[in-house]
């Protein structure tokens, strides 16, 4: 990391200080209650790992809503978690009954593996009606790619276009998914090439973060986001119709707004996923509640500063290309206004802050499993690690 990237790493960890609540003299739940939303029979793992890491960075609570058949499990793994067997006993893909709102309502909410298509499509519309952050991670991100079926009248990539207050962590594969999903075609064969086009997905869908997982974890916004100049993506904010995709009209590429290549673990286990989204969650709860607290307040409250401008090397990777039109997000409904939770403010800054936080720690806590496990490390052994990890990352409050 030259010192260039340092200066910009520095001021990103500073700016993301600011959102991260004090102790004492706090109500239970007022660091953070994260929802995790998935999990059945066959994986049981993956809501765990997720809500364990939001707690062992310093959230108050995590609820996980899962199948009957997995909640059993799920509560065994340990008494900290509130598991909420409400979601039906039906295979990935097919049709089923009504969801429980009322459990959506309660958190900070992230999307998991192995719901039903109509499910999914349904809970994602009403966490956006709450005005709720929301990362969508794994197997929910194909959710985002599919029509929606006769029970769910919508596009299901709509339930996150224009969607501020989100994060979407696709690996490689992922990405080209839910590059499809918005009407985009990766060039050539799925290779890690394909994540250089990471921000021009993100900005076909108008809101939400790209969080695109590699060697280097790319943070990419809809580039029209509040707070200009934000780190090398802010420059070059919209690009045309019908180019390559993750090129602008000139010809250069788009930029990320932040990049994230702290060292990390020489192993890539099952759950290291899981592990970033849940730490991202709860980074985005902290968002929100500083957003809502500065707005009862009386503040006018934008989030954080904006980020750090680019590098010179990175200004050098890039040129300005003219803006052109672009399609405007959805306008957010009035339920969302009247949620009051702060997160239907959250600027793409403040959005990415979090994302590029939530890699440094979980790319710190795996280093240091490895560390101590070498090559037999699984993702249960990172999570220990989460609080110290953050501690050296982001430092005490």
Known sequence: MGGDDIEIDDQAIARFQRLVPRLGGNYKGAHGKVAVVGGCLE?????????????????????????????????????????????????????????DEAAVARAVSRILPWISRASAVVLMLEIRRLGL??????????????????????????????????????N???????????????????????????????????????????????????????????????????AGGGDAAGSTSGGALLQPLLRCSSPGSQRRCGGQGDVLAGTAAAFLGWASKHKANAQRAGGEATGTPPLPPPSPQQQQQQQQPPRSPMPQAPPQTPAEGEAGNGAEGLDTDTVALCGYAA???????????????????????????????FVQTVGKR
């Not at 021009?200 to 916004?221: E, S, Y």
């Not at 790319?363 to 220990?384: F, Q, V």
Request: hydrophobic letters at 45%; aromatic letters at 8%.
């Open 43 to 99: 994986f049981t793992g993956a809501p765990f790992f997720a809500a364990m890491s939001a707690l062992r960075v310093g959230a108050d609570m995590a609820y996980v809503i899962c199948t009957p058949s997995a909640a059993t499990a799920i509560k065994c793994y340990s008494p900290e978690l509130m598991v909420l067997p409400y979601l039906p006993e039906m295979p990935p893909g097919e049709e089923d009954g009504p969801v």
């Open 172 to 238: 490689v594969a992922e990405l080209g998914r839910i590059a499809e999903a918005v009407g985009l075609q990766l060039p050539g064969q799925m290779s890690d090439a394909w994540l250089e086009h990471a921000p021009r997905v993100a900005q076909a869908f108008r809101g939400p973060v790209v969080l695109a997982k590699g060697k280097v974890d790319l943070l990419c916004g809809p580039g029209d986001h509040a707070g200009g100049g934000a780190g090398a993506g802010g420059s070059n904010s919209s």
């Open 359 to 389: 890699c440094k720690v979980v790319r710190e806590a795996a280093r240091r499993a490895y560390n101590r496990w070498g090559r037999p490390m699984l993702a249960g052994d990172m999570i220990p690690e989460l609080y110290p990890a």
């Open 133 to 170: 952050p929301l990362v969508v991670d794994g197997s929910a991100l194909t959710h985002i790619v599919a029509k929606a079926s006769f029970r769910v009248f919508v596009h299901a990539a709509d339930t996150v276009i224009g969607y501020r207050p989100c994060i979407l962590t696709p």
